[in-house]
């Protein structure tokens, strides 16, 4: 992938497997910068595993300079302009959350099969009560940014190979109301437990880009040093977000919405 263009053929593996990754997308001395900033907010100490006390821990957003350098890189905005559209996705001010691993045979807790909900329901402060609908609302991408080299035993997300293209096909008949977190979860989990296992492995400053149906999941930490990953959505300005009326080849339909398309039987 050279530092401007994603080639037909990256467009074409996102599109059938649902995500793709982007090597170098941001220095890893930025990674570094982040990093930093986070362990002042961790109760525990960098070298010292002895002070490394839960399995994993919560941080929120942040918008210091490390951190919007980074989600901001010439060579991320170059990637969302192809698998989404120019001019379709709002800028990130920042990076948040983060869940922060840690090695340990302690059980996290958080590491089941789901689907990242886009849009509030009838309870705004229920996460549960989120929503997913089959135009993808609110949401253009999920995106990992890896702060930290992460290799096979440092917890790396596990992703389900080409199952947002089953999801898509879940949420069809559901037409604009979509379903919350928990019931798609009940019903894509089930459905995509034939689809290949990739892990999101890579080096500190990697970022993996995700259509926004893909199941995935988090696993305990086996490794040796701290994971720290990012993983913001993609929003869409207003009033440019997906849409599965365009028809495949459309100048303005993109790589999102033709997988849905694809998904649901529309495309090709």
């Not at 990242?116 to 135009?135: E, H, K, Q, T």
């Not at 993808?136 to 997300?157: E, H, I, N, Q």
């Not at 892990?199 to 994971?227: I, N």
């Amino acid at each position: 992938m050279s530092t401007s263009v994603i080639s037909d053929d990256d467009v074409s593996e996102f599109v059938e497997k649902g995500f793709l990754r982007v090597e170098g997308a941001f220095s890893r001395d930025l990674a570094a910068a982040c990093r930093d900033i986070m362990w002042r907010d961790i109760d525990g100490e960098p070298d010292d595993p002895a002070t490394w006390q839960s399995p994993v821990v919560r941080l929120g957003g942040y918008t210091q300079e490390p951190f919007r350098a980074a989600a901001n890189s010439p060579r991320l905005h170059a990637a969302f302009d192809v698998l989404v559209g120019e001019g379709r996705w709002a800028p990130l001010g920042g990076l948040g959350t983060f869940p922060v691993r840690f090695p340990g045979d302690q059980d996290p807790g958080d590491d089941g099969w789901h689907i990242d909900a886009s849009y509030p329901g009838d309870d705004p402060a229920d996460f549960l009560s989120y929503r997913v609908n089959v135009a993808s609302r609110g949401r253009w991408l999920l995106m990992l940014f890896l702060m930290s080299d992460v290799g096979k035993d440092d917890a790396p997300t596990r992703i389900r190979v080409g199952s947002h293209l089953d999801v898509a096909a879940l949420l069809a008949p559901e037409r604009e109301g979509g379903l919350p977190f928990m019931r798609l979860a009940e019903r894509a989990v089930p459905a995509t437990e034939h689809r290949p296992v990739a892990l999101a492995t890579g080096r500190a400053g990697d970022v993996y880009l995700c259509h926004p149906f893909l199941v995935h999941a988090a696993q305990p930490h086996q490794g040796a040093e701290p994971r720290f990953m990012a993983q913001p959505p993609l929003l869409p300005k207003p009033g440019r977000g997906p849409s599965i009326e365009r028809p495949d080849g459309h100048p303005s339909c993109s790589p999102v919405e033709t997988a849905i398309r694809r998904g649901v039987g529309r495309g090709h």
